[in-house]
């Protein structure tokens, strides 16, 4: 009888163990799936705070989803037929110039710095071996393993850019579903609590939810500001490409804390390389003060109405996203650590204080 006692539980927790396994493997395969949905309800929720604007003031929820459905579908066509051509251009433009830069010595003298450095490297014969597999496909096979490491990152990397516009649309689609049937899903959610901690669950659930949607707006504005502030600024100064680096500034400084600053270092060595110095001083001047006005001015003004977070945990909360989840991780996590705090204060510490 102990005997079979113990096969069955040895058998029952090998069956847990192999369903835990098959569960990790599932979650795995569908990882993708879920940060796109986790990045459609993230979206939604910042939409959410524009949505109740309307409501308050009589609009029916339907008539403000349609609303923000065609104010999005505007900027998407307006991006398309009025801002992706500008920008495709002064990027090719940016690319010529760098070309230009190349040719124009900066290239001939690495080649040289190779030669001088390593001379057992046949640094001519590969350049020619290469050049050769540009016209003949055939001779893929006989180029060295590095070349074919070059060449296959960059298929990847082309790769890995379609994949991410179609994730991104992905993304909108999901937002546009999560933002029409928003009083559906947290109606639902609800219903799944005990109704004895119903209410205060509610309470905290939509204090959540709003601090989530005041820093999705709160980011959002961020990088607006700075997109248009750096192409005021560039254009002033008379920058060809003041449309690509402005596009740069606004997508960087939706990341927290290492956006702004990534993309002024950026914007400020392409203006050195392809403007000079003169122009490349002025543009790092105003970077600095920007971000100097946005570390202490315009930042702290969102977190403090936004998410109510110290200083600390929000830079502690970015680094660990960034570093579990890359950008989206970052983004996500600054709401989270939020959500922690609300949780700790409301529910934890009055619980631990009653006994």
Same mark, same amino acid.
């Given at each position: 009888?102990k005997i079979?006692?113990g096969?069955l539980?040895?058998?029952?927790?090998?069956?847990?163990v192999l369903?835990?396994l098959a569960?990790?493997?599932?979650?795995q395969q569908?990882?993708?799936?879920?940060v796109?949905a986790f990045?459609g309800?993230?979206l939604a929720?910042?939409?959410?705070?524009?949505?109740?604007f309307?409501?308050r003031?009589?609009?029916?929820?339907?008539?403000?989803v349609?609303?923000i459905f065609?104010?999005?579908?505007?900027i998407?066509?307006?991006?398309?037929?009025?801002i992706?051509?500008?920008i495709?251009?002064?990027?090719?433009?940016?690319?010529?110039?760098?070309?230009?830069?190349?040719?124009?010595?900066a290239f001939?003298s690495?080649?040289?710095?190779?030669?001088a450095t390593f001379?057992?490297?046949?640094?001519?014969?590969?350049?020619q071996?290469?050049?050769?597999a540009?016209?003949?496909?055939?001779?893929?096979?006989s180029?060295?393993p590095?070349?074919?490491?070059?060449?296959?990152?960059?298929?990847g990397g082309?790769?890995?850019?379609?994949?991410?516009?179609?994730?991104?649309?992905?993304v909108?689609?999901?937002?546009?579903?999560?933002?029409?049937?928003?009083?559906?899903?947290?109606?639902?959610?609800?219903?799944?609590?005990?109704?004895?901690?119903?209410p205060?669950?509610i309470?905290?659930?939509?204090?959540?939810?709003?601090?989530v949607?005041?820093?999705?707006l709160g980011q959002g504005?961020l990088?607006? $500001?700075n997109?248009?502030?750096?192409f005021?600024? %560039?254009? !002033? #100064? &008379?920058?060809e490409? *003041?449309?690509?680096? /402005?596009v740069?500034a606004?997508?960087?400084s939706?990341?927290p804390?290492?956006?702004?600053?990534?993309?002024?270092?950026?914007i400020?060595?392409?203006?050195l390389?392809?403007?000079?110095?003169?122009?490349?001083?002025?543009v790092a001047?105003?970077?600095?003060?920007?971000m100097?006005l946005e570390?202490y001015?315009?930042?702290?003004?969102?977190m403090?109405?936004a998410?109510?977070?110290?200083?600390?945990?929000v830079? $502690?909360?970015?680094?660990?996203?960034?570093t579990? %989840?890359? !950008? #989206? &991780?970052?983004?996500? *996590?600054?709401?989270? /650590?939020?959500?922690?705090?609300?949780?700790?204060?409301?529910?934890?510490?009055?619980?631990q204080d009653?006994?």
């Amino acid at each position: 009888m102990k005997i079979r006692n113990g096969f069955l539980l040895g058998l029952v927790g090998g069956l847990g163990v192999l369903l835990a396994l098959a569960i990790g493997v599932a979650v795995q395969q569908i990882s993708t799936v879920l940060v796109w949905a986790f990045a459609g309800i993230f979206l939604a929720l910042g939409v959410e705070p524009v949505i109740q604007f309307f409501i308050r003031r009589g609009v029916p929820r339907w008539a403000a989803v349609l609303v923000i459905f065609a104010l999005i579908l505007g900027i998407a066509v307006g991006a398309v037929w009025l801002i992706v051509p500008t920008i495709v251009a002064q990027f090719t433009i940016l690319v010529q110039s760098i070309v230009a830069e190349i040719e124009g010595g900066a290239f001939e003298s690495v080649l040289e710095w190779v030669r001088a450095t390593f001379p057992q490297f046949d640094l001519d014969g590969t350049l020619q071996q290469l050049s050769e597999a540009l016209n003949d496909f055939n001779t893929w096979s006989s180029l060295p393993p590095w070349v074919a490491d070059i060449a296959a990152g960059i298929v990847g990397g082309a790769v890995q850019v379609v994949f991410a516009v179609g994730g991104l649309l992905i993304v909108l689609v999901l937002m546009l579903y999560f933002t029409g049937s928003m009083p559906a899903l947290k109606s639902g959610m609800y219903r799944l609590v005990p109704a004895s901690s119903r209410p205060k669950f509610i309470e905290i659930a939509e204090q959540i939810m709003r601090s989530v949607g005041r820093f999705v707006l709160g980011q959002g504005a961020l990088g607006l $500001l700075n997109g248009v502030l750096s192409f005021i600024v %560039l254009s !002033i #100064l &008379g920058s060809e490409l *003041a449309g690509v680096y /402005a596009v740069i500034a606004l997508i960087a400084s939706t990341i927290p804390l290492v956006g702004t600053i990534s993309a002024s270092v950026m914007i400020s060595l392409l203006v050195l390389l392809l403007d000079g110095p003169q122009t490349a001083l002025p543009v790092a001047i105003w970077y600095l003060i920007y971000m100097q006005l946005e570390a202490y001015v315009i930042s702290p003004q969102i977190m403090n109405r936004a998410v109510k977070v110290p200083g600390v945990v929000v830079v $502690l909360a970015a680094l660990i996203g960034g570093t579990l %989840l890359g !950008i #989206l &991780g970052a983004l996500v *996590a600054i709401p989270i /650590a939020a959500a922690i705090q609300l949780i700790l204060k409301e529910v934890v510490i009055p619980r631990q204080d009653s006994k």
